[in-house]
């Protein structure tokens, strides 16, 4: 049975994996894997079908930017939002462990077979309520006032999006750029502390639940062989992306590169201070990205450098950023 405290189920079925994150895929063959882009990647290229990644190698190279946007800076304006103040800390904790119904782990517990007793899924989940909470500075890095002000702006520019008749960022269809929004606007739509700023923006919500079920959108892919321009949705996400992802990705880079303890740097020009410790696994991040970008020949990097560079992220991609020490 899985253990609430997150152990149990990674050491019996997949002792091999490094990070002990879902999802985790198990292939064919019994090998298997997590981390979520890559997995993606590999599901992409084994399917004909309901593909999330456009034709045009310019426009997947922007699709996956903005995944990783989603991925490595949203993700902490979420993680704010769910352990902000204790009472929020606590109701993220027990909700999230109230979905597991197994093993808690610890000795004495007099749980049913299918729901661990109240009292130790209480002592389980205060403990993680206070474990997350002392990761906040080293996740999140900032205040709230830049992580709601982030929030805002994504829900401005997806309500914008669908009010000018495109229902999802790249087009007609959904993209892996789109699910990287929706992983973490899926969980500030649940918490209540975000929640409430969500509330307020009635499209943007409805985004979400829409991706939520997908299961019957039926639509062919309409990118073109050669764009000439793109969505003003995703010129607006990279420009976001510049103000705060981008500098965040560079400085942590520079830090690694530098064997540095703090990553210090400037978001939203210089409205707010960002600092937390460097995180080898975004300067990882980075390294793919860079990889895929040095990928790109003729007029699909003509393309991208041009959107790059009218969004200010084309100095992420500079040779001297990304030569950290991995």
Not at 187 to 214: C, G, H, N, S
Not at 259 to 270: K, Q, S
Not at 289 to 315: A, I, R, S
């Amino acid at each position: 049975p899985q253990s609430l405290l997150g152990t149990q189920i990674f050491d019996s079925h997949f002792p091999n994996l490094r990070a002990r994150v879902i999802p985790v895929i198990i292939r064919p063959d019994n090998s298997y894997a997590n981390d979520s882009t890559p997995l993606i990647l590999e599901l992409e290229q084994k399917f004909k079908f309901r593909k999330i990644l456009p034709q045009n190698s310019g426009l997947a190279f922007l699709t996956l930017l903005v995944e990783d946007f989603a991925d490595e800076w949203l993700t902490k304006v979420m993680f704010e939002g769910r352990f902000h103040t204790e009472k929020d800390a606590r109701f993220g904790a027990r909700w999230q462990l109230l979905q597991f119904g197994a093993d808690t782990g610890i000795e004495g517990d007099s749980q049913t077979e299918d729901q661990p007793s109240p009292t130790i899924l209480k002592k389980v989940a205060d403990q993680f309520a206070s474990r997350q909470v002392s990761r906040r500075k080293r996740i999140v890095g900032h205040d709230w006032a830049a992580g709601e002000k982030c929030l805002r702006r994504v829900c401005e520019i997806i309500t914008d999006m669908v009010i000018d008749g495109q229902p999802f960022l790249f087009g007609n269809y959904p993209t892996v750029a789109d699910f990287g929004l929706y992983g973490q606007l899926r969980q500030l739509v649940t918490d209540p502390f975000p929640a409430r700023i969500m509330a307020e923006y009635p499209i943007a919500y409805a985004y979400v639940w829409k991706i939520d079920d997908l299961s019957g959108y039926v639509t062919t892919v309409d990118t073109p062989e050669r764009p000439e321009s793109i969505a003003p949705a995703v010129v607006e996400i990279l420009r976001l992306a510049s103000k705060t992802y981008v500098p965040f990705m560079m400085a942590n880079s520079q830090a690694l590169k530098n064997g540095e303890h703090t990553v210090a740097v400037d978001i939203f020009d210089g409205e707010y201070k960002h600092s937390q410790p460097p995180f080898k696994y975004q300067g990882l991040c980075l390294k793919t990205l860079t990889d895929q970008y040095n990928m790109l020949q003729g007029e699909d990097l003509v393309f991208v450098n041009k959107v790059l560079d009218e969004t200010g992220c084309l100095d992420l991609f500079s040779a001297e950023t990304n030569q950290s020490k991995l």
